[in-house]
């Protein structure tokens, strides 16, 4: 079974702050990792995903992450927050070789503030 | 855009009644998932379907069940709603049924009063 932490269902930043967002997975075979982004009332976006390979991933909008296997997680970090990232990010896991089921976790709200 | 669109945006019910929400899926996608996103929650699996087939189902009652059709497109039934059914109901698509990119619909709000 597979499932997703996100710590801190809320996080404010500066603009031009770093922004970091925090996930750790648990799967008992290896993992695709995904965020997402939900601007409100609409579905959900892909902003980057970790399959195989590199485990640096760069996504849209600046948003990047990493995948640290010996720490279980998959940290989003943008290193200048904008107005417009203000949303909400959720990351989620799937197990290779499983289907297209995504396990997602609760969500963190980003606020970016002046 | 990703091509993926539901309808109703939003819906109002009574509970005990009957829901059809309906997904166009993206231009070539075979596979269509379901989910469920409780408010101040992430999306839970409800189903998939690939090829008008049933091939994965997470933690819902029988009385949550779906169809696709030849085009690929597809409804979600939920039967005698209750309270707790009130949620964002969001359809992904994608090409294949392992391994692939979903890419989702804006959703349709359903209220249950």
């Known amino acids: 079974a597979q499932s997703v932490t996100q710590l801190g269902s809320h996080v404010s930043v500066s603009e031009g702050a770093l922004v970091l967002l925090r996930c750790n997975y648990s799967s008992s075979v290896p993992p695709y990792l995904f965020w997402y982004v939900q601007y409100p009332n609409q579905g959900l976006q892909l902003l980057l995903k970790?399959?195989?390979?590199?485990?640096l991933v760069k996504g849209i909008n600046g948003f990047e992450a990493e995948f640290k296997k010996s720490e279980t997680s998959f940290h989003l970090t943008k290193p200048s927050a904008h107005m417009s990232d203000a949303a909400e990010y959720f990351c989620a896991v799937k197990a290779t070789g499983g289907g297209n089921k995504l396990t997602f976790g609760t969500g963190t709200q980003l606020k970016v503030e002046l | 855009e990703t091509g993926v669109t539901q309808s109703p945006t939003h819906l109002i019910k009574t509970r005990g009644q009957q829901v059809t929400l309906r997904c166009s899926s993206q231009?070539?996608?075979?596979?269509v998932s379901w989910y469920q996103q409780a408010l101040g929650q992430g999306p839970q699996f409800i189903f998939q379907y690939y090829r008008e087939e049933e091939n994965g189902r997470g933690n819902f009652p029988p009385r949550f069940s779906g169809l696709q059709f030849p085009n690929y497109s597809s409804e979600l039934n939920v039967n005698a709603l209750e309270l707790d059914d009130s949620a964002l109901y969001l359809c992904?698509?994608?090409?294949?049924?392992?391994?692939?990119?979903?890419?989702f619909g804006q959703g349709t709000r359903l209220t249950v009063v």
């Open positions: 970790y399959t195989t390979g590199a485990t």
């Open positions: 231009s070539g996608h075979n596979t």
């Open positions: 992904a698509s994608s090409e294949g049924q392992i391994n692939t990119e979903a890419f």
